[in-house]
């Protein structure tokens, strides 16, 4: 039940694309998704957290999608570039939850000119 | 804001031996910090969590006797694998947050390569 399942495990979009990754999640405690970019050799970095009370969130380039009944939330990185290449870790925690967060396999993304 | 630096970057040792990885929060006070350990290509696989001045505690199936974490003061924990082995070679990642404004934001830290020979 802590699972989260993310999807596709790699991506490759074009240069000026759209890149959309999508997660689900069992637990409807969680109240907290974030998601981080991690590049090769280096710690994830926040990029962009939803709380379940909006469906959507947008930050430059990147929304977050949010589906409460469905239990699914996605992230669409629009006008992809080659700098956007980097894996994508979706994640989730809950309130009371001592801050742990439970994070999806990962998604490698792959932007080509 | 919220940096979270690790030392040291990467490390080389011999089997047997012990390592040692600092974990510091530059610029916030971390109540709580998080040690991941993570394969190449896979996901982060949270090892233990440490809250300032108290035992850390661990996840299922992570020995407590092998990897030593202490969280000595609001800025700092450090991770020492003990009598390490080549099955120990991994990336080592932290995080940290300390909640308030924050909320339950974690940041992690660049990471830490240790390969053990």
């Known amino acids: 039940q802590q699972q989260v399942k993310q999807s596709p495990q790699s991506l490759i979009v074009q240069k000026g694309g759209i890149s959309i990754i999508n997660c689900a999640y069992e637990?409807?405690?969680?109240?907290?998704f974030p998601w981080y970019q991690q590049f090769p050799g280096k710690g994830p970095a926040l990029l962009i957290a939803?709380?379940?009370?909006?469906s959507e969130k947008k930050e430059g380039r990147f929304t977050i999608s949010f589906n409460k009944s469905a239990k699914q939330f996605s992230l669409h990185i629009m006008d992809s570039q080659p700098g956007d290449s980097a894996t994508y870790f979706c994640a989730a925690s809950f309130t009371g939850g001592g801050n742990k967060l439970t994070f999806g396999t990962g998604t490698q993304l792959k932007v080509e000119l | 804001g919220a940096v979270v630096s690790q030392h040291p970057s990467w490390v080389i040792c011999k089997s047997g031996t012990s390592v040692k990885i600092e974990c510091r929060s530059l610029d916030f006070q971390a109540t709580t910090m998080f040690w991941y350990r993570q394969f190449p290509k896979q996901s982060l696989m949270l090892m233990a969590t440490?809250?300032?001045?108290?035992?850390?505690?661990?996840e299922q199936g992570v020995e407590k006797d092998k990897f030593l974490i202490n969280h000595a003061s609001l800025t700092l924990s450090t991770l020492t694998v003990t009598s390490a082995h080549p099955e120990d070679s991994s990336f080592y990642i932290c995080?940290?947050?300390?909640?308030?404004?924050?909320?339950?934001?974690?940041?992690f830290g660049p990471g830490t390569r240790l390969l053990v020979l």
């Open positions: 637990n409807t405690a969680f109240d907290y």
């Open positions: 440490s809250n300032e001045g108290s035992k850390a505690t661990y």
């Open positions: 939803i709380r379940p009370d909006v």
């Open positions: 995080s940290a947050t300390s909640g308030g404004g924050m909320g339950e934001t974690q940041y």
